[in-house]
């Protein structure tokens, strides 16, 4: 993977409110923090404690081009990632994330359960076992075939990039007519949205997914990553903007300024009892849990890094045909850089940081309106959710520059 960082200067005193909005997705604010490095030994090499593996994550990456015996590949890794884990291990989260309806047939992805299940049961109160897929993929069979296999989450990704406002929401509804038939299976949205999306029919669209129970609904920019025209990027921060009004509106709490669950959701009471930090996977506890990756490409972590397998197929396969795990990509967060980056995830998740965390850094942005101080934090305002990308732009770019124009690295030095 290759992380993008902006290498303009930075002004002595930027403008955040001329940078158009943006979503901060995980790739975009989280992964430039981490310095990635090629690792010819595998983040799982040697035999995990106890501690580290009693709680374990599974995602397993499907691409989007068919790989031959993918399941067959899969359980392979799986045996030999097992090895290393402590016998007893609680299994809370499997996912098939990608494109596991292009990858699996449904024979496939049946096989693929029940050999896993012999390596990593699902028998912890609550786990969750999810799959992803894009709206044109749910059929009532597969919907019947995935709850028959104990799944109990469908992430559901919607396009709505070239909507007018004519379009109509018939497919919208016929998609939660289907789900409502199947009460053990709870979805979780991923609206893909951009420049060309019409700015009503996002607004019904999102007003159609807040009607039907729902885990959380989350944007995320078509264009992401890419370069994008000044204006096009102004259309989307208008969208995001709007939406963010909307959301907040009807009651549903922000998670950085793109991702939203209902009032309701567990993940909002586990916000306010206790830290969270964005994830590839969503806000997530604070605790050291590990995230197996498994398939051509996966992100997994073990603490303090994560890690991304070989997005080669060839390697991918060379390496399970020797009876090894895959070569992988470590990313690990540089400790002159560690305390930055905790105030990132707390703005991202709580929308708020300690008073002495980044003084300076957080003076500068209440200045300008972006922050307001509370008994005992500095917490975004409005715009300073629909600013958050840049913001955290800013301070990473001064984190990583040494700059000590009111930063948090100059407070990071002062503490050590």
Same mark, same amino acid.
């Given at each position: 993977?290759?992380?993008?960082?902006? +290498?303009?200067?930075?002004?002595?005193?930027?403008?955040?409110?001329? &940078?158009?909005?943006?979503?901060?997705?995980?790739?975009?604010? /989280?992964?430039?923090?981490?310095?990635?490095?090629?690792?010819?030994?595998?983040?799982?090499?040697?035999?995990?404690?106890?501690?580290?593996?009693?709680?374990?994550?599974?995602?397993?990456?499907?691409?989007?081009?068919? *790989? @031959? @015996?993918?399941?067959?590949?899969?359980?392979?890794?799986?045996?030999?990632?097992? $090895?290393?884990?402590?016998?007893?291990?609680?299994? =809370?989260?499997?996912?098939?994330?990608?494109?596991?309806?292009?990858?699996?047939?449904?024979?496939?992805?049946?096989?693929?359960?029940?050999?896993?299940?012999?390596?990593?049961?699902?028998? &912890?109160?609550?786990?969750?076992?999810?799959?992803?897929?894009? !709206?044109?993929?749910?059929?009532?069979?597969?919907?019947?075939?995935?709850?028959?296999?104990?799944?109990?989450?469908?992430?559901?990704?919607?396009? !709505?990039?070239?909507?007018?406002?004519?379009?109509?929401?018939?497919? /919208?509804?016929?998609?939660?007519?289907?789900?409502?038939?199947?009460?053990?299976?709870?979805?979780?949205?991923?609206?893909?949205?951009?420049?060309?999306?019409?700015?009503?029919?996002?607004?019904?669209?999102?007003?159609?997914?807040?009607?039907?129970?729902?885990?959380?609904?989350?944007?995320? @920019?078509?264009?992401?990553?890419?370069?994008?025209?000044?204006?096009?990027?102004?259309?989307?921060?208008?969208?995001? =903007?709007?939406?963010?009004?909307?959301?907040?509106?009807?009651?549903?709490?922000?998670?950085?300024?793109?991702?939203? &669950?209902?009032?309701?959701?567990?993940?909002?009471?586990?916000?306010?009892?206790?830290?969270?930090?964005?994830?590839?996977?969503?806000?997530?506890?604070?605790?050291?849990?590990?995230?197996?990756?498994?398939?051509?490409?996966?992100?997994?972590?073990?603490?303090?890094?994560?890690?991304?397998?070989?997005?080669?197929? !060839?390697?991918?396969?060379?390496?399970?045909?020797?009876?090894?795990?895959?070569?992988?990509?470590?990313?690990?967060?540089?400790?002159?850089?560690?305390?930055?980056?905790?105030?990132?995830?707390?703005?991202?998740?709580?929308?708020?940081?300690?008073?002495?965390?980044?003084?300076?850094?957080?003076?500068?942005?209440?200045?300008?309106?972006?922050?307001? +101080?509370? $008994?005992?934090?500095?917490?975004? =305002?409005?715009?300073?959710?629909?600013?958050?990308?840049?913001?955290?732009?800013?301070?990473?770019?001064?984190? *990583?520059?040494?700059?000590?124009?009111?930063?948090?690295?100059?407070? &990071?030095?002062?503490?050590?």
């Amino acid at each position: 993977m290759t992380i993008s960082i902006p +290498t303009e200067l930075p002004t002595a005193r930027p403008d955040f409110l001329a &940078v158009p909005p943006a979503p901060t997705a995980f790739s975009g604010a /989280i992964l430039p923090w981490y310095s990635d490095k090629k690792h010819s030994n595998p983040a799982l090499r040697d035999r995990v404690p106890a501690p580290d593996g009693s709680r374990i994550g599974i995602n397993i990456q499907c691409p989007r081009d068919t *790989v @031959d @015996d993918y399941v067959g590949l899969i359980c392979r890794e799986a045996e030999l990632a097992r $090895a290393l884990l402590p016998n007893a291990c609680a299994i =809370t989260t499997l996912w098939l994330r990608g494109s596991p309806s292009r990858q699996f047939s449904p024979e496939a992805v049946t096989e693929l359960i029940f050999r896993l299940n012999s390596q990593f049961p699902l028998t &912890v109160p609550g786990a969750v076992r999810g799959v992803e897929l894009s !709206a044109p993929a749910l059929s009532a069979e597969r919907l019947a075939l995935l709850a028959g296999l104990g799944f109990n989450r469908i992430g559901l990704r919607v396009d !709505a990039t070239l909507g007018s406002d004519e379009r109509s929401l018939g497919r /919208i509804d016929a998609m939660q007519r289907q789900l409502a038939d199947f009460a053990s299976l709870a979805v979780s949205y991923e609206v893909i949205f951009g420049s060309q999306s019409h700015p009503r029919y996002l607004a019904r669209l999102l007003a159609a997914l807040r009607s039907f129970p729902a885990v959380s609904i989350e944007l995320k @920019d078509a264009r992401e990553g890419m370069p994008q025209a000044l204006e096009d990027r102004r259309e989307t921060g208008h969208l995001l =903007t709007s939406t963010l009004t909307a959301m907040t509106a009807a009651g549903w709490h922000t998670f950085g300024n793109h991702l939203y &669950v209902p009032p309701e959701s567990p993940l909002a009471r586990a916000g306010a009892a206790g830290p969270l930090r964005l994830t590839p996977w969503g806000p997530q506890p604070i605790e050291q849990r590990l995230w197996l990756g498994l398939g051509i490409g996966a992100f997994g972590y073990r603490h303090p890094a994560y890690y991304r397998n070989t997005t080669s197929a !060839a390697d991918y396969r060379a390496a399970l045909r020797d009876r090894q795990l895959p070569d992988k990509v470590i990313y690990r967060v540089p400790a002159e850089r560690a305390q930055a980056l905790d105030v990132t995830q707390s703005l991202l998740c709580h929308h708020e940081v300690a008073r002495d965390a980044a003084p300076g850094f957080c003076e500068e942005l209440r200045h300008d309106g972006l922050l307001e +101080t509370t $008994a005992h934090t500095y917490r975004l =305002t409005p715009t300073g959710v629909a600013q958050l990308s840049a913001i955290l732009d800013r301070l990473h770019r001064q984190a *990583v520059s040494g700059d000590d124009h009111g930063t948090t690295q100059n407070h &990071v030095r002062r503490d050590r």
